[in-house]
C-alpha cells in the first residue's frame, strides 16, 4: 500500500471509502469510532495483516464500501478529496521497473 492511510480512507461524492481491516472491533465487527457501520468481513478484520476492504461494508443506507476500481477511478479523475495525493512512494516502484528495463 503505497498511498498514505489518511488517503486511502477519503471519501468520495457519495460517501462511500475504503476501510482498512485494523477501524474495526474484531469481535463486533463494528467500526470502532461509529458503530452504526459494521462488516462481514471477518477473516479481513481478524487477520494481523493490515489490509484493505473494498466490500460488505454496511451503514443504515447500505453498502458505504467504495471499491478498489472506484477508489483508482477517483484518483486518475482527480476528482475533488482524492486530487492532492501524496505520490512519493510509487517512486520506489519505478525504479524498480526502470532498473528491470535497463537489464534487457
Not at 500500500?1 to 480512507?9: I, N, P, Q, T
Not at 471509502?17 to 469481535?27: A, H, P, S
Not at 466490500?55 to 475533488?80: I, P, R
Request: charged share 35%; glycine share 2%.
Amino acid at each position: 500500500m503505497y498511498y498514505k492511510d489518511s488517503e486511502l480512507v477519503r471519501a468520495d461524492s457519495n460517501g462511500r471509502r475504503l476501510f482498512l481491516n485494523t477501524e474495526f472491533d474484531k469481535r463486533t465487527l463494528k467500526l470502532k469510532v461509529n458503530p452504526l457501520i459494521a462488516t462481514i468481513e471477518r477473516s479481513k478484520v481478524t487477520s494481523d495483516i493490515t489490509t484493505i476492504i473494498d466490500q460488505n461494508v454496511f451503514d443504515d443506507k447500505g453498502n458505504c464500501a467504495l471499491s478498489k476500481a472506484d477508489f483508482a477511478a477517483c484518483v486518475a479523475n482527480d476528482e475533488m478529496n482524492f486530487n492532492d495525493f501524496d505520490f512519493q512512494e510509487f517512486r520506489k516502484v519505478f525504479t524498480v521497473l526502470e532498473d528491470i528495463l535497463s537489464d534487457e
